[in-house]
């Protein structure tokens, strides 16, 4: 039963940056698709960020083109995610997942995404 962990959430100024992390060592350099989604209070889980490892190709939604890098630490064995220039509409919780397909196709949508973990809170202010 894989379990995916996030960990790295806090409280950052307006403009701050801010490294999350998910770790599942064996799972995540064994991934095909790994992807961050954040949920803000009252809002649907969207889609920020994923990585097809295949090709080490990434794709960022529009709010964060630009400010955010996915990538995989492979030395800690965890996929990351460095938040620059932070805004306060980036308030929300971050959650890491693996994409049962193993294609990233249907990314942004997270029909295929699995293995949630409980999440990490970050607050920008």
């Known amino acids: 039963h894989v379990q995916l962990v996030e960990s790295g959430g806090g409280s950052v100024q307006v403009g701050g940056s801010r490294r999350l992390s998910c770790a599942a060592s064996?799972?995540?350099?064994?991934?095909?698709?790994l992807g961050w989604f954040r949920q803000a209070p009252g809002k649907e889980r969207e889609a920020v960020a994923r990585?097809?490892?295949?090709?080490?190709?990434?794709e960022y939604a529009d709010s964060v083109k630009g400010r955010f890098t996915i990538f995989i630490d492979h030395v800690m064995g965890t996929l990351d995610l460095q938040m620059n220039s932070l805004e306060p509409e980036d308030t929300g919780t971050y959650y890491c997942a693996g994409d049962r397909l193993r294609s990233c196709l249907l990314f942004p949508r997270r029909e295929s995404f699995g293995f949630w973990g409980q999440g990490t809170q970050v607050t920008v202010s």
């Open positions: 990585i097809y490892t295949g090709g080490s190709s990434a």
């Open positions: 064996t799972y995540i350099v064994n991934s095909k698709c």
